[in-house]
């Protein structure tokens, strides 16, 4: 069965600070996979998203993310954090088909 | 293109009321989704349409309708709200592979 674990439900960065967030896949081939942010009462927004070819991909707003296939993983990066980029973080998936799957989501709490 | 546009943004319902929630796409795009959100339950999937005149369930679908009459717009609708249906709903479209486009959401509050 298709699903996406999102293993941290918050996380806390300093301001400056790099960030890594999480995301682990099960499916049988290879998915789509994209990350979208979502800002406080406001609809996600596709931050990046990976289809094929560079496992490495760069996203909006100085985000980028590495597709491992040997560990079933997409993790989303930043080098360095700004106070904007708290929100909350979901990373997705699908096949092709009609499915769409989600995360539960990571709240991203920025430190100034 | 205006995107996904949904409406109302906020609504406060009566148990037992009904109501209807608007999603109108001007991409073109032959997927539409309606989901849910409820706090640290990610989303989830309550109805789904590949195309106009084809509609299909998600994972909630209980207490929902919809339909696709048109490639532009994919209503849901609820009958006889409950507390349960408290949430924030999100209409979504995609074009093939590509990735969802997602409305600015729904603020539903069954009192």
């Known amino acids: 069965a298709q699903s996406v674990t999102q293993p941290d439900i918050h996380i806390t960065v300093s301001e400056g600070a790099s960030l890594e967030l999480r995301c682990n896949y099960s499916y049988g081939a290879t998915p789509y996979l994209f990350w979208y942010v979502q800002s406080p009462g406001q609809g996600l927004q596709l931050l990046l998203k990976y289809f094929s070819g560079d496992t490495l991909v760069q996203g909006i707003k100085g985000f980028e993310a590495e597709f491992k296939r040997s560990q079933s993983s997409f993790n989303l990066r930043k080098p360095s954090v700004h106070w904007s980029d708290a929100a909350e973080y979901f990373c997705a998936l699908h096949s092709g088909t009609y499915k769409y799957i989600f995360g539960t989501g990571t709240r991203l709490k920025v430190l100034a | 293109n205006a995107g996904v546009t949904q409406t109302p943004k906020f609504r406060i319902l009566k148990i037992g009321q009904s109501m209807t929630l608007q999603c109108t796409q001007d991409m073109n795009h032959n997927y539409m989704y309606w989901y849910r959100q409820d706090p640290g339950m990610g989303l989830k999937l309550i109805y789904y349409?590949?195309?106009?005149?084809?509609?299909d369930k998600g994972e909630v679908p209980n207490g929902y309708n919809v339909s696709r009459s048109t490639t532009e717009d994919f209503p849901l609708r609820l009958e006889l709200a409950a507390p349960s249906q408290t949430s924030v709903y999100f209409c979504?479209?995609?074009?093939?592979?590509?990735?969802?486009?997602f409305g600015q959401g729904t603020r539903l509050t069954v009192v």
């Open positions: 979504a479209s995609r074009l093939g592979a590509e990735e969802a486009f």
């Open positions: 349409s590949v195309g106009a005149g084809i509609t």
